[in-house]
């Protein structure tokens, strides 16, 4: 089992929708990251969160610490948004990557 | 704004050759970072440096090694090439003191092995 599951893979909206992707961790963290990558490869932080939420225009981060899970929302989504999103947990000094979850927007 | 520079986006090299990546930050950052990235595996650290000099293996560092001569630069290379190791690579660094963990990447380069 990986340390840092997402889900759902791969993700197909339409504009407009609300989108949420999840990402469970079986380790202790002191903080967990949502990235974005776009095709072409390059990646940008999205948030940093150690606890609560956090919000960024249409974005909203939440973690809970409890049950070891934390959430990437997009609201009112757009064609945009279509892209890689990655979970990325830190413990310790190492930081170890989920998969990605491949999001699709179609107009 | 962080810039990490990638030297090339594109790479295609031969069985056996000796390849170099480099990357570049303009932030004076102490922490650098090269990790590969394939479908299914997510990314996965081959080496980071935290100082000119120095440097620790990460996860896969088997069949690389780097260089840094300058804090600005960090070279990935492969002394003899491989089809395994056809991969897309990604530079990142970050600042050692005030480390909010915020990671700052390069745009990749993908680098195919014949």
């Known amino acids: 089992k990986n340390e840092v599951e997402q889900s759902p893979q791969n993700l197909t909206a339409q504009e407009g929708e609300f989108i949420t992707i999840n990402c469970s961790y079986s380790?202790?963290?002191?903080?967990l990251h949502w990235l974005q990558q776009h095709p072409g490869g390059g990646i940008v932080s999205l948030f940093m969160?150690?606890?609560g939420k956090k919000k960024h225009g249409r974005l909203i981060a939440t973690i809970n610490i409890q049950e070891k899970h934390s959430s990437l929302h997009i609201t009112a989504s757009h064609p945009r948004d279509s892209a890689v999103y990655i979970c990325a947990v830190k413990s310790g000094s190492r930081l170890t990557f989920g998969e990605g979850t491949q999001l699709t927007v179609n107009p | 704004d962080v810039k990490v520079t990638q030297s090339s986006r594109y790479l295609v090299k031969r069985t056996g050759e000796k390849v170099f990546l480099e990357c570049v930050q303009d932030?004076?950052?102490?922490?650098m970072f090269w990790y590969r990235q394939d479908p299914g595996l997510g990314l996965r650290l081959i080496y980071f440096?935290?100082?000119?000099?120095?440097?620790e293996k990460g996860d896969i560092p088997e069949g690389y090694s780097v260089s840094r001569e300058k804090k600005e630069r960090f070279s990935l290379i492969l002394e003899s090439a491989s089809t395994n190791q056809t991969s897309m690579y990604l530079c990142a660094s970050n600042p050692l003191w005030g480390n909010t963990g915020e990671l700052f990447f390069g745009e990749g380069s993908r680098l195919t092995v014949l």
């Open positions: 380790v202790g963290i002191s903080a």
């Open positions: 440096s935290y100082d000119v000099k120095m440097k």
């Open positions: 932030m004076d950052h102490e922490n």
């Open positions: 969160l150690s606890s």
